[in-house]
């Protein structure tokens, strides 16, 4: 099948955010089915954190033996797998591990498809990056309007996640069979990539812009469904429509707005988006309906949407080590925050009520604000950040 690189790369992000989106929809029924509390949940579905923590620092190398092909068959038909396999399992302790194992598959993925995505930029000299990313919350669009559908006919989470299983299998078959491995670009950096990813001093800022739009996101996607069940009571197609506002508004922001940094910079976009978040933040806080909740969610996904792919290009641009390396650095810190946000939110939860818990991101937002002077003014998309030289701490 004919297909254009870059529309490959999309297709893994589609199609891993399908899958993903499908069960983070099910949480209030994966609650349910294991008799927990909503931080025992979130405890729970800290497996994937730890999972990715782990393949983000060591799977560098590892990827770049494989390709991005076998690559992108193992870590998309995988967690697909795992993800249809968690409603079948009987306990938390069970599901845990199981989530562990997709964590560590994802950490992969996220690697694979950033660096391919920077490479591709260099080859076609305009920006995928957020458009690739665009993809992701398009796929979590899709999966969370079908899943609140979906939940309000009543059809079981296991006929539910194992449909989309199959589809991810089909899909994935077709799109990820010609995908060769892009080149490098010319002035990539040609040392040997060290076993471990660890990020730099020069890095840690990109690192804080990027926690700071995955706790957001973490914070709508995971318990987006939940507090509106919880708060307002609202029945399952309007408790869905947090989760899909949040990922509508995201994808939208996302798949549009290349333009704009092309124009005003990564700084001055990445600077408004985090503003719109903490706005939309403090409104799901402070909603007195559940209305004025849905557009603070639709706020918080338009707000997170394009700041960590702006800090990706950044920290893949960088001279100072290998691109791959940089990337799973800034992806160890960031991606794994998206995975701990459903434990801390669900602590918060548990003890000041799911509403105060969002209250948490606002300092996270206000601290990767502080940060954004990092990412660079206006600057072509070819042109590579300007490193510091490597200190002694890596």
């Known amino acids: 099948?004919?297909?254009?690189?870059?529309?490959?790369?999309?297709?893994?992000?589609?199609?891993?955010?399908?899958?993903?989106?499908?069960?983070?929809?099910?949480?209030?029924?994966?609650?349910?089915?294991?008799?927990?509390?909503?931080?025992?949940?979130?405890?729970?579905?800290?497996?994937?954190?730890?999972?990715?923590?782990?393949?983000?620092?060591?799977?560098?190398?590892?990827?770049?033996?494989?390709?991005?092909?076998?690559?992108?068959?193992?870590?998309?038909?995988?967690?697909?797998?795992?993800?249809?396999?968690?409603?079948?399992?009987?306990?938390?302790?069970?599901?845990?591990?199981?989530?562990?194992?997709?964590?560590?598959?994802?950490?992969?993925?996220?690697?694979?498809?950033?660096?391919?995505?920077?490479?591709?930029?260099?080859?076609?000299?305009?920006?995928?990056?957020?458009?690739?990313?665009?993809?992701?919350?398009?796929?979590?669009?899709?999966?969370?309007?079908?899943?609140?559908?979906?939940?309000?006919?009543?059809?079981?989470?296991?006929?539910?996640?194992?449909?989309?299983?199959?589809?991810?299998?089909?899909?994935?078959?077709?799109?990820?069979?010609?995908?060769?491995?892009?080149?490098?670009?010319?002035?990539?950096?040609?040392?040997?990539?060290?076993?471990?990813?660890?990020?730099?001093?020069?890095?840690?800022?990109?690192?804080?812009?990027?926690?700071?739009?995955?706790?957001?996101?973490?914070?709508?996607?995971?318990w987006s469904t939940i507090y509106m069940r919880d708060v307002f009571g609202a029945e399952p197609f309007i408790g869905g429509l947090g989760l899909t506002l949040f990922t509508f508004f995201m994808a939208m922001t996302r798949l549009f707005i290349d333009p704009f940094v092309d124009t005003h910079g990564p700084r001055r976009v990445a600077t408004t988006l985090l503003v719109i978040a903490a706005v939309g933040v403090a409104l799901v806080w402070l909603a007195p309906f559940d209305y004025a909740a849905l557009a603070g969610f639709g706020l918080m996904g338009m707000g997170c949407s394009a700041v960590y792919p702006l800090a990706v290009s950044a920290a893949a641009q960088r001279t100072d080590r290998p691109s791959a390396v940089n990337v799973a650095a800034i992806g160890q810190v960031t991606f794994v925050v998206f995975f701990l946000a459903p434990p801390l939110l669900g602590f918060i939860s548990d003890h000041f009520g799911i509403r105060n818990s969002y209250l948490v991101c606002l300092p996270i937002v206000v601290l990767g604000l502080l940060a954004v002077p990092a990412l660079a003014g206006r600057r072509a998309v070819g042109e590579r950040a300007v490193a510091e030289p490597a200190t002694p701490n890596g």
């Open 1 to 222: 099948m004919t297909m254009q690189p870059h529309v490959r790369i999309y297709s893994v992000m589609f199609l891993f955010a399908l899958a993903l989106g499908g069960l983070l929809s099910r949480m209030p029924d994966l609650k349910t089915h294991l008799g927990v509390t909503d931080g025992q949940l979130g405890l729970t579905l800290i497996g994937m954190a730890i999972g990715s923590l782990i393949s983000l620092t060591v799977s560098a190398p590892v990827i770049k033996r494989l390709g991005a092909r076998w690559t992108a068959f193992l870590t998309i038909f995988g967690t697909a797998a795992v993800y249809a396999l968690v409603p079948w399992l009987p306990t938390a302790p069970m599901v845990f591990g199981a989530l562990f194992v997709a964590g560590l598959l994802a950490g992969a993925l996220e690697i694979n498809v950033n660096i391919e995505a920077d490479k591709l930029e260099a080859q076609m000299g305009r920006r995928i990056m957020n458009r690739v990313h665009g993809m992701w919350s398009l796929g979590f669009f899709v999966t969370a309007l079908l899943g609140a559908g979906i939940r309000q006919l009543g059809i079981s989470i296991e006929t539910h996640t194992g449909g989309l299983f199959v589809f991810v299998v089909v899909v994935g078959l077709v799109t990820f069979s010609g995908m060769t491995t892009a080149p490098e670009r010319p002035d990539a950096h040609q040392g040997e990539h060290p076993v471990f990813a660890i990020p730099t001093i020069g890095l840690l800022p990109l690192c804080f812009i990027g926690i700071a739009a995955f706790l957001v996101e973490g914070a709508g996607v995971d």
